[in-house]
C-alpha cells in the first residue's frame, strides 16, 4: 500500500559548522528529536561534530572539501521540506552551499544566527554577493535585526527568536550552589582570600591576521594575554594578593597553544576540563575580547571586562554597548580597570545591578516556526 506524503514524518536536513552556530542549534534539534514530528538528518563539520556528539545528536561529518555538488546530492537524496543551517565563518561555509543549493532546488530554508557580528559575511560569496540568503534568518534581538538590515538584508528575511543556546542559563545560575562555587576553586587551589581571574580567549589571529592584513583588529589573544599578564603581576606585588589566572582556550584552539605564558609571581593554568559557564561563575573577573562566553557571563551575573586594547575597527561584544560589561580599548587603562574591578566593591556592585532579562523560550520559538512552515508544504 502505498503511503501519502501526509502520513509521513516530514524530512529535515540540517547543518552547522562553527562551535558558537553549533552551540545555537544543538538546543533546536534535541527539542526536534525529542518531539518525534520530524525526521532529523544532520550534518556537521569542523567543532560543530564535537559539540552534537557531546550533546547526544547524531550526525553525519561532512567531507573535509565542500562541494556544492555534494550538497546538492544530499538534497535531492533525502528531499526536505526544510532545510535548517547555522551560521559560520570559516573556509568551508557548508552551510552557505547548502543554502545555495535549497534555492535552486526550491527547499525552503531557515538559519540560526548566534552572533551579533559578521551577518553579511555569513550569507555572502568572496565577492559580497548575498547569494546564500535563506526563506527565514532567525536572530537574537531588536538590536540584531537593526544591524543585519544595515548590512543590507531585507527586513521580511528576519525573525527574531532569541539565542537558543542561551535558553538553560537561568536554570544554570539558579542551580549553581555556593558549595559548586567553593569546590572549583578549591580544584584550582584557590582560597577564600586569594583570587581568581579567568581569560576567555580566541583565535583572533587565526581569523583576522597580523598588523599586515587589512582584517586586524587592532590586538589578537597574545598582545591581551600579555597586557593582562603583567598588570596582574603588578597586583600581586603591590597589593599582596595570591592570584590563579585560569585561561579558557577556544574550542578551535588546544591547550599546548597557551604554554608559552608563565610568570613567577600569579599561577596561570590553562584548562578546557568542566563547565565554562560553571568557572566565570566561580571567578572574582571575568576577562576577554569579544567571545559570546562574555555575553553569558554577563546574563549570568559576573563582572566582566572586555579587553579590545589599540581597537581599530567597531566593537562587536553587544554587551559593551549595553552597558553591563566594561570594554578597555587602551594599554594604558588595563591595570586601573582591573584594581577597580577586582577591590572596588561598589563598582563591582553597579556593574553587577544592570540585570538582563534573560528568555528560556529561543529554541521553542525556532521549533514552533519551523512546523509552521513544514505546514504550509504538507497535503
Known amino acids: 500500500m502505498k503511503v501519502s506524503k501526509s502520513t509521513m514524518r516530514p524530512i529535515v536536513v540540517t547543518v552547522c559548522g562553527d562551535p558558537g552556530g553549533a552551540n545555537a542549534i544543538s538546543p533546536v534539534l534535541q527539542l526536534l528529536a525529542d518531539e518525534h514530528q520530524v525526521q532529523l538528518i544532520n550534518y556537521s563539520y569542523n567543532q560543530a561534530v564535537g559539540v552534537l556528539q557531546r550533546n547526544n ?56 544566527v548566534d ?9 555572502s560569496d568572496k565577492k559580497g554577493s548575498l547569494c546564500s540568503l535563506p526563506n527565514k534568518i532567525a536572530l537574537m534581538d531588536e538590536f540584531a535585526k537593526t544591524e543585519i538590515m544595515a548590512d543590507g538584508i531585507p527586513a521580511e528575511r528576519i525573525i527574531i527568536t532569541g539565542q537558543p543556546a542561551f535558553d538553560a ?13 567553593q ?11 586569594d583570587l581568581l581571574v579567568m581569560f576567555v580567549s580566541q583565535p583572533l589571529r587565526k581569523l583576522y591576521g597580523d598588523r599586515a592584513d587589512p582584517r586586524y583588529l ?17 597586583i600581586c606585588r603591590t597589593d599582596n594578593k595570591k592570584i590563579t589566572f585560569l585561561i ?8 599546548v597553544e597557551y604554554r608559552q605564558y608563565q610568570s613567577n609571581m600569579i599561577k596561570i593554568v590553562v584548562s578546557v576540563e568542566g563547565n565554562n559557564r560553571d568557572y566565570v561563575m566561580a571567578a572574582d573577573l571575568v576577562l576577554g575580547m569579544t567571545s ?22 567597531s566593537d562587536v561584544l553587544p554587551t559593551n554597548r549595553w552597558g553591563v560589561s566594561i570594554p578597555i580599548y587602551r594599554e594604558d587603562e588595563v591595570l586601573p580597570m582591573l584594581k577597580k574591578y577586582l577591590f572596588d566593591h561598589k563598582a563591582r556592585e553597579a556593574i553587577l545591578a544592570k540585570e538582563l532579562a534573560i528568555s528560556n523560550s529561543a529554541s521553542r520559538q ?7 512552515e513544514i505546514k504550509q508544504f504538507q497535503y
Not at 90 to 95: I, L
Not at 292 to 313: H, N, T
Not at 366 to 372: F, G, L, N, P, Q
Open 366 to 372: 525556532v521549533v514552533d516556526y519551523v512546523y509552521s
Open 292 to 313: 559570546v562566553l562574555l555575553v553569558e557571563a554577563c546574563y549570568l551575573k559576573c563582572v566582566v571586562l572586555s579587553l579590545q586594547l589599540g581597537l581599530c575597527k
Open 57 to 112: 545528536i547524531n550526525t553525519i561529518p561532512l567531507l573535509s572539501h565542500a562541494s556544492e555538488d555534494f550538497a546538492l546530492n544530499v538534497l535531492r537524496k533525502y528531499n526536505p521540506l526544510l532545510l535548517l543551517t547555522a551560521t559560520s565563518v570559516n573556509e568551508k561555509d557548508w552551510e552557505k552551499l547548502f543554502i545555495f543549493s535549497a534555492r535552486k532546488l526550491s527547499i525552503y530554508s531557515i538559519a540560526i
Open 169 to 181: 542559563l537561568m536554570q544554570h545560575y539558579e542551580q549553581f550552589t555556593q558549595a559548586k562555587k
Open 218 to 234: 587592532g590586538y589578537d589573544e597574545d598582545s591581551t594575554l600579555n597586557y593582562i599578564i603583567s598588570s596582574l603581576e603588578d
Open 183 to 193: 569546590a572549583i576553586r578549591m580544584t584550582l587551589e584557590v582560597s577564600d582570600n
Open 248 to 255: 579558557r582556550p577556544h574550542p578551535q584552539e588546544s591547550v
Open 115 to 123: 552572533f551579533w557580528s559578521n551577518y553579511a559575511a555569513r550569507f
